[in-house]
């Protein structure tokens, strides 16, 4: 079976540009979560949607926003780009809403470069 | 509320045991183990549901105390493949990490 997969894998953007970032989980599972990690951290949460609903939402300014769509693929955006928005974008998918007995499976990440 | 990861950094020799510890402020109903290589994504290694509940993946085992809210992870007889950074997820979904352990693993 497929893992998950993220695209594009890396993207260079310009200050104040919007960015999209595309995730496909695993088939069956139906939560989907965006993280944040910037070098030298751990992953920092940006959005968990379950059945095209969403189920929480990290520290994160307005600019940042996601949409799960039926297929249970999901995208998230980020308006009017900052500096510090240069992170790798991770997408994990798992098989249940909880984290409770379910591990996450994660994409190989989009590397986001903010010039 | 993110977890505490004690130590930052450890570097082992080929066969040496190391002990990464995880501690939270808030009530543990489980934590996540995951690894992460250089330019990979992390790897789920085990999930601890259980007071005092020890799981094994490989010769990597971990322990969940809920009373202390801690967890800890041991790498026993450590190989190169070892090597990466370790963090711990705590909370139901969405989980929090912490801020990882590199775990450098030399021959």
């Known amino acids: 079976d497929a893992g998950v997969t993220q695209s594009p894998t890396h993207l260079i953007k310009t200050r104040g540009q919007h960015v999209t970032l595309r995730c496909s989980p695993i088939s069956g599972h139906k939560s989907v979560s965006w993280y944040q990690q910037v070098l030298g951290q751990g992953p920092q949460f940006i959005f968990q949607?379950?059945?095209?609903?969403?189920?929480g939402r990290g520290n994160f300014p307005d600019r940042f926003s996601a949409r799960q769509f039926p297929n249970y693929s999901s995208e998230l955006n980020v308006n009017a780009l900052l500096l510090g928005d240069s992170a790798l974008y991770l997408c994990?998918?798992?098989?249940?809403?909880?984290?409770?007995?379910?591990?996450?499976?994660f994409g190989n990440g989009t590397r986001l470069t903010v010039t | 509320q993110q977890p505490v990861q004690s130590p930052q950094a450890v570097i082992l020799r080929e066969g040496e045991d190391a002990v990464i510890n995880c501690s939270s402020s808030?009530?543990?109903?489980?934590v996540h183990w995951y690894r992460q290589k250089h330019g990979e994504a992390p790897v789920f290694l085990m999930i601890?549901?259980?007071?005092?509940e020890q799981k094994g993946h490989d010769k990597i085992s971990a322990s969940f105390n809920e009373k202390k809210q801690q967890s800890s992870l041991y790498l026993t007889a450590s190989q190169l493949s070892y090597s990466g950074t370790y963090f711990c997820g705590t909370g139901v979904l969405p989980l929090s990490f912490g801020a990882g352990t590199t775990v450098t693993v030399r021959a």
């Open positions: 949607y379950y059945e095209k609903e969403e189920r």
């Open positions: 994990a998918s798992s098989q249940a809403s909880t984290g409770i007995g379910s591990p996450l499976h």
């Open positions: 601890l549901l259980k007071g005092g």
């Open positions: 808030k009530a543990l109903y489980s």
